[in-house]
T-cell receptor, first 111, second 111 residues
Framework: DAEITQSPRHKITETGRQVTLACHQT?????MFWYRQDLGHGLRLIHY???????NKGEVSDGYSVSRSNTEDLPLTLESAASSQTSVYFC??????????FGQGTRLTVV | RKEVEQDPGPFNVPEGATVAFNCTYS??????FFWYRQDCRKEPKLLMS???SGNEDGRFTAQLNRASQYISLLIRDSKLSDSATYLC????????????FGRGTSLIVHP
């Protein structure tokens, strides 16, 4: 069965370190998205991609970057982790005009 | 004004009750509409798509009013297992397909 997986599921890191969260989908979807979820804010879009070598900034992109070298993967990098980036991160994929499928999430704590 | 707005609740209802949630969206170019369910900060999962003609899936009915730019979800005969957060999702059309989430409405069904 097709799926979307995120790793790691939990991570604790120190302020200032570079962190990369992985997202891998086997749906063969062109669209991939990264969201963060915080109490009181709901899901907010960080970055998204419509295909290989395409990346775009979302509403909360500062301090984050993504790259898309193949269809299956969209890793999210925190260049220099800050305590404000403590959150739950969700990756999703979809075809246009269709529902998005989500990974199980990564709970990141920056200390 | 947020692009997608929902009443956060919580809605606290007894088993067997009927409960309705509304969601408003601001972008008239929106083309795709969904309701998702999220349990205890797990990943959101599609509950149902929302079509212009309205659609029903068992105890759940979704409706779209394009003129007033709102979406509704009706749950009949509530079960304890319906307790969750319900997320309204709207996606724009054209070359910029981005699922945008409301903050979610919390439902608590009690015995």
């Amino acid at each position: 069965d097709a799926e979307i997986t995120q790793s790691p599921r939990h991570k604790i890191t120190e302020t200032g370190r570079q962190v990369t969260l992985a997202c891998h989908q086997t749906w063969n979807h062109n669209n991939m998205f990264w969201y963060r979820q915080d109490l009181g804010h709901g899901l907010r879009l960080i970055h998204y991609s419509y295909g290989v070598h395409d990346t775009n900034k979302g509403e909360v992109s500062d301090g984050y970057s993504v790259s898309r070298s193949n269809t299956e993967d969209l890793p999210l990098t925190l260049e220099s982790a800050a305590s404000s980036q403590t959150s739950v991160y969700f990756c999703a994929s979809s075809e246009s005009f269709s529902e998005a499928f989500f990974g199980q999430g990564t709970r990141l704590t920056v200390v | 004004r947020k692009e997608v707005e929902q009443d956060p609740g919580p809605f606290n209802v007894p088993e067997g009750a009927t409960v309705a949630f509304n969601c408003t969206y601001s972008n008239s170019a929106s083309q795709s509409f969904f309701w998702y369910r999220q349990d205890c900060r797990k990943e959101p999962k599609l509950l149902m798509s929302v079509y212009s003609s309205g659609n029903e899936d068992g105890r759940f009915t979704a409706q779209l009013n394009r003129a007033s730019q709102y979406i509704s979800l009706l749950i009949r005969d509530s079960k304890l297992s319906d307790s969750a957060t319900y997320l309204c999702v709207v996606a724009r059309s054209g070359g910029s397909y981005i699922p945008t989430f409301g903050r979610g409405t919390s439902l608590i069904v009690h015995p």
